[in-house]
T-cell receptor, first 113, second 115 residues
Framework: QQQVKQSPQSLIVQKGGISIINCAYE??????FPWYQQFPGKGPALLIA?????SEKKEGRFTISFNKSAKQFSLHIMDSQPGDSATYFC????????????FGKGTKLSVIP | GAGVSQSPSNKVTEKGKDVELRCDPI?????LYWYRQRLGQGLEFLIY????????KSGLPSDRFSAERTGESVSTLTIQRTQQEDSAVYLC?????????????FGSGTRLTVV
């Protein structure tokens, strides 16, 4: 079954702390793993993405770590800021021509001052 | 336009009524997608359009749901005889082309409430 399991459902982090969101997948055909960020009342926006040929990808304060053998990947937000408060979705797709994303259920992050 | 535009932003309808949701994709984007976001759930794929090719309707949950797109322009998602379980945010996205290298740009969605 094509499924992406995301945890935790909600997360509260103090300003300056590290936010960590985890995802696990079952379908070994998945080969593209994007993360989306959604603010209230807005559609999700692509944040960062990784492919299985690398174990880590960093863009500014956002890092994806990927563990192919465990079929897990995670998003780390360093020096979390109140402006990072949003819902984060992990997703996955299989094949370069794939257009359909399978999404996790989302993590609501609250960064408190 | 600069982004993906969806209308209406909110829709309250009575059970059993039909509703039509509209999506204006980014100009030049050939691929268009509809997803459904239920409260506390991830996004569920509904339907995909690519140019003039036959759409992928595999995600439509029942025959009450249908969607159209003319060429590479506006798309409409129609839900007939709405049910309370249809209450959700319906998100439209477009991309330059289909495929992993082309990130989705989502609209802000239509929040549908069936009472």
């Amino acid at each position: 079954q094509q499924q992406v399991k995301q945890s935790p459902q909600s997360l509260i982090v103090q300003k300056g702390g590290i936010s960590i969101i985890n995802c696990a997948y079952e379908n070994t055909a998945f080969d593209y793993f994007p993360w989306y960020q959604q603010f209230p009342g807005k559609g999700p926006a692509l944040l960062i993405a990784i492919r299985p040929d690398v174990s880590e990808k960093k863009e500014g304060r956002f890092t994806i770590s990927f563990n192919k053998s465990a079929k897990q990947f995670s998003l780390h937000i360093m020096d979390s800021q109140p402006g990072d408060s949003a819902t984060y979705f992990c997703a996955a797709s299989a094949g370069a021509g794939s257009y359909q994303l399978t999404f996790g259920k989302g993590t609501k992050l609250s960064v408190i001052p | 336009g600069a982004g993906v535009s969806q209308s209406p932003s909110n829709k309250v309808t009575e059970k059993g009524k039909d509703v039509e949701l509209r999506c204006d994709p980014i100009s030049g984007h050939t691929a268009l997608y509809w997803y459904r976001q239920r409260l506390g759930q991830g996004l569920e794929f509904l339907i995909y359009f690519q140019g003039n090719s036959a759409p992928d309707k595999s995600g439509l949950p029942s025959d009450r749901f249908s969607a159209e797109r003319t060429g590479e322009s506006v798309s409409t998602l129609t839900i007939q005889r709405t049910q309370q379980e249809d209450s959700a945010v319906y998100l439209c996205a477009s991309s330059l082309m289909a495929g992993q290298g082309y990130g989705y740009t989502f609209g802000s969605g239509t929040r549908l409430t069936v009472v």
